[in-house]
């Protein structure tokens, strides 16, 4: 990312800053994010969206990939809306001041108690699920004498076997209203006869770190010929669709993601296409990038305890945090970049598998990466960390969480405490 250098002394620096020195102030483990970088990818966001939508489309932070109050006022100072999908999400953001007419509250399974939460907190769209979740909204907004505005959430359905890096096939996945079977069609009818929803338009999201452009491509016309139907059906014209997020970023050399500027200009000429083909206006356009705004802008710092070299094995280095603080390996083996931050400009000439310091074996950060050879005190930093790390952390061992610390040009603030001992027993009875 190029949010990351080397100090003359050796030491990789971020957003201006020594992480020796960060390591040194504010302990280890720590999540470093540079607010710089995730200002600029907000910008390059909202430029590439205003020209090839012509100002009339809007880029939403998929804040589940990073939450905390300061996020939401850095986002939303850069105009930007959110996609929240808690409770939580939704408290965090309304607590940091977040507009809730830029707020679109997404979920699978929502709580009443949530869909009152986010009624009362007037969000911009409720994004519906499904059939159940609609019904149960229509009925609470009637009972506050509202008229709530809706999304509904379509699978695209795009075929997994030409694309297998798409998780979600057909029929199974446990997300949105089926196309297939008339279930999504259903869903508008329903909608389009209710009293207390309006059906604001449409939302598909394929899933996540995708490197190609074509199945977003696909997507896009799926979703456009979707709202070509329900317009010959029904008559209603669907003005908004919400086209997910999803944008895959360099975790290692290996990755090889599109630029999203050629994913914007080509997605955007379908739907253009696509809608001039039939006779429908444009929609207005959203995305909702989460990791690639804030994971090229963060990384984490460990302080490497003892190393094990198991001869004709393995070499284990073992660090101060782990899957607690980053699930992402021992859940789906994620590759990281690794180095040692005192040493960053040695070569990297040393095996090592990054083990933490939780009580079971799949606690690893990475097997067999090549770092700058470290000894006990070094500081590791694992790069490109700033999305599903804090937000997917745990207390796995009573173990506290880090803290979050932002650096810009050269100077470094806390936006979320370390957490203490005190912090974990405070719920206990
Ligand atoms: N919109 C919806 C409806 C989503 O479900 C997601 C991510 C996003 C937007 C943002 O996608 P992104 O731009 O961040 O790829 N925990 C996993 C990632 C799960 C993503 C879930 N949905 C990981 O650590 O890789």
Do not use: W
Not at 210 to 216: A, L, M, N, S
Not at 277 to 306: K, N
């Amino acid at each position: 990312s190029d949010c990351l250098g080397v100090s003359p002394e050796g030491h990789l620096t971020i957003g201006g800053c020594d992480t020796v020195a960060l390591a040194a102030k504010y302990g280890t483990p720590a999540y470093v994010m540079d607010e710089g970088n995730i200002r600029q990818n907000c910008r390059q966001f909202k430029a590439s969206i205003d020209e090839y939508y012509d100002g009339n489309g809007l880029v939403l932070y998929a804040s589940k990939a990073f939450s905390c109050k300061e996020i939401y006022r850095v986002v939303a100072s850069e105009g930007l809306g959110a996609d929240v999908v808690s409770g939580g999400e939704l408290y965090t953001a309304l607590k940091a001041g977040f507009p809730a007419d830029r707020i679109y509250f997404h979920g699978n399974n929502k709580t009443r108690e949530e869909l009152i939460m986010a009624l009362d907190a007037g969000v911009h769209r409720i994004v519906v699920d499904n059939l159940t979740e609609l019904a149960v909204l229509d009925k609470l907004a009637k009972e506050k004498g509202k008229v709530v505005d809706i999304l509904f959430r379509i699978k695209p359905g795009i075929d997994a076997h030409t694309h297998a890096f798409i998780r979600t096939g057909q029929i199974d996945s446990k997300f949105g209203l089926a196309l297939e079977n008339g279930e999504a069609m259903e869903a508008v009818r329903e909608a389009l006869s209710f009293q207390n929803v309006n059906l604001a338009g449409l939302h598909c999201h394929i899933g996540s770190q995708i490197h190609e452009i074509e199945p977003f491509e696909l997507a896009a016309e799926v979703m456009l010929t979707f709202i070509k139907k329900i317009f010959d059906e029904t008559g209603f014209l669907v003005k908004e669709l919400n086209l997910g997020g999803g944008f895959g970023i360099k975790y290692t050399d290996e990755d090889r993601p599109q630029k999203y500027t050629a994913y914007m200009q080509r997605v955007s000429t379908v739907v253009k296409k696509k809608a001039a083909q039939f006779g429908l206006p444009v929609p207005f356009v959203l995305i909702e990038p989460g990791r690639s705004i804030v994971a090229p802008a963060g990384i984490t710092l460990y302080t490497v305890g003892a190393v094990k070299e198991i001869a004709g094995v393995r070499n284990y280095v073992s660090i101060d945090g782990g899957m607690v603080d980053n699930p992402r390996y021992a859940l789906y083996k994620s590759s990281y970049e690794v180095l040692v931050a005192n040493r960053a400009a040695d070569p990297k000439d040393y095996m090592a598998t990054i083990a933490g310091r939780c009580c079971e074996s799949g606690d690893l950060i990475q097997e067999n990466a090549r770092i700058q050879k470290p000894a006990p005190g070094d500081i590791v930093a694992v790069l490109a960390t700033g999305a599903y790390n804090y937000s997917m952390a745990s207390n796995y061992n009573r173990i506290p969480r880090p803290p979050v610390v932002f650096v810009k040009d050269g100077e470094s603030r806390v936006v979320v405490k370390r957490e203490s001992f005190e912090d974990l027993v405070q719920n206990d009875l």
